[in-house]
């Protein structure tokens, strides 16, 4: 069973946050904040990459200044040495997802002014489409942006973006969150920070449940680095046995 810690927060912090953030993040990154046009979004985006920083330095025990990321060819991030991860924002909300295999999560906030039929239509799966002619109202707004989370989450688990098309896979549209066809080797969780949000994560699946835990307390964050930790530690630890084995 996969564990995937998931971490919640706001980007509408005071003056104070925003510069003690801006000191953790890299050379790069203060650049591309210093490109942004717009204030709100120069903040968000110091907010973003100061959290992810803080929240990897506690799992690796380093400081957040430290860090060094690489991009995959379709420009998913990584952490050298681990752990995975995945980050999505929406609106004033952020959610970073970790976990000791590969996996991607997103999060929508639901628009009530958006035109969501025609781009379902140009965009998702056909089932999907077929599933969502039959919802109106709130409950079909509702189950679009659930069906977009679930989608992005899962081009962002491989890694490819939208490189990868969204018609190329199934999800469900209902509360419940599943891949139903062209996800094999995936799990899927519904993972919604609060109301007026879709959320979704996707790791790779071991047969067994995911599990999705929310962390809001510093106890909690400590004790699901312990479990995602020792997880590391036995995997690495079995493929190393393994590796002997064949030789």
Request: charged share 25%; net charge neutral; aromatic share 8%.
């Amino acid at each position: 069973m996969a564990i995937v810690a998931l971490h919640r927060d706001r980007l509408d912090v005071d003056d104070r946050t925003v510069a003690y953030f801006a000191r953790l993040i890299a050379g790069d990154e203060r650049d591309r904040a210093a490109r942004f046009r717009f204030d709100r979004d120069r903040r968000r985006f110091i907010v973003r990459r100061g959290r992810l920083r803080s929240l990897l330095a506690e799992h690796v025990g380093a400081a957040p200044e430290t860090l060094a990321f690489m991009v995959g060819p379709f420009g998913k991030p990584m952490l050298a040495g681990g752990p995975c991860f995945s980050t999505s924002h929406s609106g004033e909300r952020m959610i970073v997802a970790i976990a000791e295999v590969e996996l991607g999560c997103d999060i929508e906030r639901v628009d009530e002014t958006a035109d969501w039929r025609p781009l379902a239509e140009s965009v998702f799966a056909a089932g999907e489409c077929a599933a969502l002619r039959r919802l109106s109202g709130a409950a079909g707004r509702q189950a679009f942006f659930d069906c977009w989370a679930r989608k992005e989450a899962f081009v962002k688990a491989l890694g490819k973006g939208l490189s990868h098309p969204l018609d190329a896979f199934h999800v469900s549209v209902g509360r419940d969150a599943a891949l139903l066809a062209g996800g094999e080797g995936w799990a899927i969780a519904a993972a919604s920070p609060e109301p007026g949000y879709a959320g979704a994560v996707v790791a790779q699946d071991d047969g067994l449940p995911l599990e999705i835990r929310w962390v809001d307390r510093p106890d909690q964050a400590r004790a699901i680095r312990s479990d995602l930790n020792n997880r590391m530690i036995s995997t690495s630890t079995g493929r190393a046995t393994s590796s002997a084995s064949a030789a």
